[in-house]
């Protein structure tokens, strides 16, 4: 057992439920949060069953309310958070040419939770793992996110990944030494949200989030990777 914490937004289904098992089979105490604790109680049972310590939570990262309370009920219950994986996200349209036409409150819904979701999170989690000395924070973002191979549709979701690259960046620089902040574009994996034609499958999804999960005391920050491999912003 590794006797850390480890919290995974949006754990009741896709990469997220496949990070959580992963990590507690590594011996972590890991907290499946999902907006409906029904939904992750749903999810957690075959987890349980296995005999791997997993909690639930209900966490909905688009309110800063349900934020606050459930670091609440983490700081009593754990006391500690040693791994935040950001996984929780949503594609708010679908591709259509004619992205000028998307409505600015639909790019305002897709930043909320998106990109000020990870951010809700980090600014709770980075000040414990700060006063620790040690902490993991995982960005789950998207090459459809990059500057550098921007290219056109679903600018909501563009946008908003780009955000948490950002973010990931910012925060890297207010972590204390022992605290890895990172960015990992997964790839496009086969989930509810990236449908049967995705050309990864699940444990190939998952690689890179429990690597930099699991990051290594001389291991990267503030950076952005797939598969372990840094890629450009």
Same mark, same amino acid.
């Given at each position: 057992? %590794? ?6 937004? @949006? ?24 907006? +409906? ?7 957690? =049972? ?18 800063? *309310? ?8 983490? /700081? ?24 000028? +036409? ?6 305002? =819904?897709?930043?909320? %939770? ?7 999170? $980090? +600014? ?6 700060? *006063?620790? @000395? ?11 996110? +990059?500057?550098?191979?921007? @290219? ?8 908003? =990944? ?8 910012? $925060? ?55 598969? /372990? ?5």
């Amino acid at each position: 057992m %590794t006797g850390k914490i480890a919290v995974i937004t @949006g754990a009741n289904r896709g990469l997220g439920l496949a990070t959580a098992t992963e990590l507690a089979r590594r011996g972590y105490s890991v907290v499946m949060s999902a907006r +409906q604790k029904s939904d992750a109680d749903q999810a957690a =049972k075959p987890l349980l069953a296995e005999g791997l310590d997993v909690h639930t939570g209900e966490l909905d990262i688009s309110s800063d *309310a349900s934020v606050e309370a459930f670091f609440a009920w983490l /700081g009593e219950r754990f006391g500690r958070i040693d791994v935040l994986v950001n996984n929780a996200g949503e594609v708010f349209e679908r591709r259509d040419p004619r992205t000028s +036409q998307v409505d600015a409150s639909l790019m305002l =819904k897709a930043f909320n %939770t998106n990109a000020l979701g990870p951010w809700r999170m $980090m +600014q709770k989690a980075l000040p414990m793992m700060n *006063a620790q @000395g040690f902490g993991r924070i995982v960005n789950l973002t998207s090459g459809m996110g +990059q500057l550098s191979e921007m @290219g056109g549709g679903n600018p909501a979701y563009r946008v908003s =990944k780009t955000g948490v690259n950002a973010m990931t960046i910012i $925060m890297a620089h207010e972590a204390a030494p022992g605290v890895k902040i990172n960015t990992v574009c997964p790839g496009w994996v086969r989930t509810e949200m990236g449908g049967p034609r995705a050309t990864r499958d699940i444990d190939e999804g998952i690689a890179g989030i429990v690597w930099a999960a699991t990051l290594e005391d001389d291991g990267p920050t503030g950076g952005f990777f797939r598969d /372990g491999k840094r890629l450009d912003w």
